[in-house]
C-alpha cells in the first residue's frame, strides 16, 4: 500500500487535489495511523478519475454521476459472475434448463 505522497507522484496529480477527491469521496483509501494508504485498485481509481477529467473533459459536477455508474457497472458484473458460478454448480438439467430460457428470453441477434 501507497501513501498520498507516493500516489500522488506516481499518478502525477497535486497533493491537494488527491486530499480534494477524497473529501468528496471519490477515492476511499484506507486510514492507518492518522495516513491514508492507497490499494492498487485505489491507484487504479485515481488514474480513472485523471483519465476522465483530462482526456474525456468531464467537469467535477459530472464527475460523481459518471463514477456512480461506473460502480453500478462493476457491481452488477460482479453480480452477474456470482450468478453464473452458481449456475455452474447445478446439475447439467438445470444448466440446460437456465440456457434454454435465456435463449427464448434473448434471441441470438439480440445477445450478439
Not at 19 to 31: G, K, M
Not at 37 to 54: K, P, S
Not at 84 to 103: F, I, M
Request: negative net charge; aromatic residues 6%.
Amino acid at each position: 500500500m501507497l501513501g498520498l505522497d507516493e500516489v500522488a507522484g506516481l499518478v502525477g496529480v497535486r497533493r491537494t487535489e488527491l486530499t480534494a477527491w477524497i473529501e468528496q469521496r471519490w477515492i476511499l483509501p484506507v486510514e492507518e495511523d492518522g495516513q491514508w494508504r492507497f490499494a492498487d485498485v485505489d491507484v487504479a481509481r485515481i488514474r480513472l478519475i485523471v483519465e476522465l477529467r483530462q482526456e474525456l473533459d468531464i467537469g467535477a459536477d459530472a464527475l460523481p454521476v459518471v463514477l456512480s455508474l461506473l460502480d453500478q457497472v462493476h457491481a452488477l458484473r460482479r453480480g452477474l459472475r456470482d450468478v453464473c458460478d452458481a449456475v455452474a454448480t447445478l446439475p447439467e438439467e438445470h444448466r440446460d434448463a437456465v440456457r434454454r430460457y435465456l435463449e427464448r428470453r434473448y434471441p441470438s441477434e439480440e445477445r450478439g
